[in-house]
């Protein structure tokens, strides 16, 4: 688990509601079948679709061995999701890290680009949001997670604009989390082929928003406390 990924669980929570952990390459290798049996279910058939057993068919596996590591479907899903998470706080890493090095000089496009992937990449997860069929536990979660992405995007603003960001920098990366969110859970909720020219608009407008908020930077507004060289 990556630093971001594990700064998202909220506090005083203790992971996933497992029964065991599996250690042995087998047992680690069964609870893989399972939560992508459990994905399928869910890109392909629906949260309605997810049960123990119907599980275990898809996976392979008798169903006692999914109670083995998991109490009941809700526990499933909550690993699930935290999964879906982990992708998001891997992703924010990366780029924050590129922008460190120098090497992210397009950040809007390649933002969109990066989480668009994952968002691809993952349709039982967005069956599950689209659903909302979460858990007080991964509801937290997630905010906890969006949370961490706007904190993600401030480091990297920081890092291209020179200076600490401010308040009004924090404002600005929750409402760019709130808005990529809301478009690409859209443009990525259905069954059919995404609508790759939203994710164009949604790139041009972002990007207009990020030049207007360069600027007021650079202008040292009273808010923002951070400069441009």
Do not use: C
Not at 30 to 42: F, K, N, Q, T, Y
Not at 98 to 127: C, H, I, K
Not at 206 to 218: I, K, P, Q, S, V
Request: net charge negative; charged share 30%; proline share 4%.
């Amino acid at each position: 688990m990556t630093e971001a990924t594990e700064a998202a669980r909220p506090e005083g929570e203790a992971g996933p509601r497992v029964r065991r952990k599996p250690r042995q390459a087998r047992s680690r290798a069964r609870v893989e079948a399972i939560l992508g049996a459990a994905d399928r279910i869910l890109s392909q058939e629906g949260y309605e679709a997810l049960a123990m057993r119907r599980i275990a068919e898809d996976a392979g596996v008798p169903v006692g061995s999914i109670y083995q590591f998991f109490p009941d479907k809700g526990a499933v899903v909550d690993a699930l999701g935290r999964r879906y998470l982990e992708a998001f706080g891997t992703a924010i890493d990366e780029l924050v890290e590129r922008a460190a090095e120098g090497r992210l000089t397009d950040l809007v496009g390649t933002m969109v680009d990066v989480y668009g992937e994952v968002f691809r990449s993952q349709p039982g997860g967005m069956a599950l949001w689209a659903g909302r069929h979460l858990s007080p536990e991964l509801a937290r979660a997630d905010e906890a997670s969006n949370a961490l992405i706007a904190e993600g995007l401030l480091r990297i603003m920081e890092h291209l604009t020179g200076g600490p960001g401010g308040e009004r920098a924090r404002r600005a990366t929750r409402m760019v989390v709130w808005a990529a969110n809301a478009v690409l859970h859209e443009v990525f909720r259905g069954d059919g082929e995404p609508d790759l020219e939203t994710v164009e608009e949604l790139k041009r407008m972002l990007d207009r928003y990020w030049e207007d908020l360069r600027g007021r930077l650079a202008a040292g507004d009273g808010e923002s406390g951070g400069s441009r060289p």
